[in-house]
Every structure is written in structure tokens, then in C-alpha cells.
Antibody, heavy 120, light 113 residues
Framework: EVQLVESGGGLVQPGGSLRLSCAAS????????MHWVRQAPGKGLVWVSR??????????SYAASVKGRFTISRDNAKNTLYLQMNSLRAEDTAVYYC???????????WGQGTLVTVSS | DIVMTQSPDSLAVSLGERATINCKSS????????????LAWYQQKPGQPPKLLIY???TRESGVPDRFSGSGSGTDFTLTIGSLQAEDVAVYYC?????????FGPGTKVDIK
């Protein structure tokens, strides 16, 4: 069964840091491009970041709103995707989903999401 | 950035009737070298992650019922639910993957009338 399971969310103060993880199983993780997509409470979907597969050079890209604050990475030996989030702001409050794409940037599969709340 | 818009914001359709959702991109998402539209559709039910329905604007993902169909090209696209079922109540999003940043439409909520 194809599965993505996020963890690491929680409550953090403004200016704080958090690292999200996404454990993959049931598919060839190393050959997938991987993404983080977030959804603020009651709002729509917003793409956050992407990391290409190793065969494509592990290239990364970011939304302008998080560039310089968030870092995406992957460990193919552990089938795990990460998102290091620094200098967090209230507007980063959202459910963060990890998602995969196999060569083209539509998203499938998706994880169930992990909630990040930035508040004092 | 490519801005995606959707209309209507919400609609209510009787069971068995057709639902039509429109999506427009601020610039063409048709890639001339392969004549493919870089446009996907997703369904999101409350408390669940999105589910891929359609990619390349009109290719149905495996396992998606054939009452879901996508059409359009360039900047204007449509998702049609041919005969609305109770389990289709959800928010539907379009997404362009022509260029980064990858962007979604704001969503269209579909309910039963």
C-alpha cells in the first residue's frame, strides 16, 4: 500500500523552528519528486516546496513566502522527506501535507497532513 | 506566477444532475512542444487530503469514476461531474504544473441541492 505519513507538527512560538518529517512506503521513494503543500484553516491549497529525485540532481525550489526560512531535504536510505522551518510566523499556521509526483508536477500520493500552529 | 481562478465559488446540484466547474489560468498552460495542457484537478473531502482526479487536463486517474471528466485547453478548463452522487460532495481544486511556483485555484465547493 502506498503511504505517506507526516509527523513533527505542533504549537510553536513566532520566531521558532520546527522540523517536519514524511515517511514513505509502498512505492519507489527515491525516484519521486517530493513536495510540501500547506492549507491554512478553512483556506485553499498552497504549494510550499519541491525536491527533485536524486537522478535529477536533488534540485530544490520554494514558494517566495518561505524562501530563505524553510529548507526541504530527503533521505532516500530512510525513505523520508523533511521540511526544516525556521523564523516561523503566524501566517505559517496550516496543515502541512507531503505529496509525491512521478516526473510531472501533479500531486499523487498525498499524506494525511500534520498541523503546525504558530502562536504565542 | 500563474494565477488560477475558479468559478463558481460554490454550487448546489441535485442528485443525478450535472455539475460544472470552471478554471482559468492567467497565462496559457499548454506546452507547445508536446501539445499537453499542464493542468490537474483534485477533490478534497472534509478532514481528508486532496485526491488526484485528472491530469493533462483530461486524463482520468486510475480508479476515478467516469462521471468525472476534464476538458479545455490553453487558459480555460472545465471539470464536469456527469451525474452527481452523494459521495461527490467536496471542494474541487484545479492546479497548474506548467511552471513553478506551482499554483492552485481557490477551490469550488459542491453540495447537494
Amino acid at each position: 500500500e502506498v503511504q505517506l505519513v507526516e509527523s513533527g507538527g505542533g504549537l510553536v512560538q513566532p520566531g521558532g523552528s520546527l522540523r517536519l518529517s514524511c515517511a514513505a512506503s509502498g512505492f519507489t521513494f527515491s525516484s519521486y519528486w517530493m513536495h510540501w503543500v500547506r492549507q491554512a484553516p478553512g483556506k485553499g491549497l498552497v504549494w510550499v516546496s519541491r525536491i527533485n529525485s536524486d537522478s535529477d540532481g536533488s534540485y530544490t525550489s520554494y514558494a517566495a513566502s518561505v524562501k530563505g526560512r524553510f529548507t526541504i531535504s530527503r533521505d532516500n536510505a530512510k525513505n523520508t522527506l523533511y521540511l526544516q522551518m525556521n523564523s516561523l510566523r503566524a501566517e505559517d499556521t496550516a496543515v502541512y501535507y507531503c505529496a509525491g509526483s512521478s516526473g510531472h508536477n501533479w500531486f499523487d500520493p498525498w499524506g494525511q497532513g500534520t498541523l503546525v500552529t504558530v502562536s504565542s | 506566477d500563474i494565477v488560477m481562478t475558479q468559478s463558481p465559488d460554490s454550487l448546489a446540484v441535485s442528485l443525478g444532475e450535472r455539475a460544472t466547474i470552471n478554471c482559468k489560468s492567467s497565462q496559457s498552460v499548454l506546452y507547445s512542444s508536446n501539445n499537453k495542457n499542464y493542468l490537474a484537478w483534485y477533490q478534497q473531502k472534509p478532514g481528508q487530503p486532496p485526491k488526484l482526479l485528472i491530469y493533462w487536463a483530461s486524463t482520468r486517474e486510475s480508479g476515478v469514476p467516469d462521471r468525472f471528466s476534464g476538458s479545455g485547453s490553453g487558459t480555460d478548463f472545465t471539470l464536469t461531474i456527469g451525474s452527481l452522487q452523494a459521495e461527490d460532495v467536496a471542494v474541487y481544486y484545479c492546479q497548474q504544473y506548467y511552471s513553478t511556483p506551482l499554483t492552485f485555484g481557490p477551490g469550488t465547493k459542491v453540495d447537494i441541492k
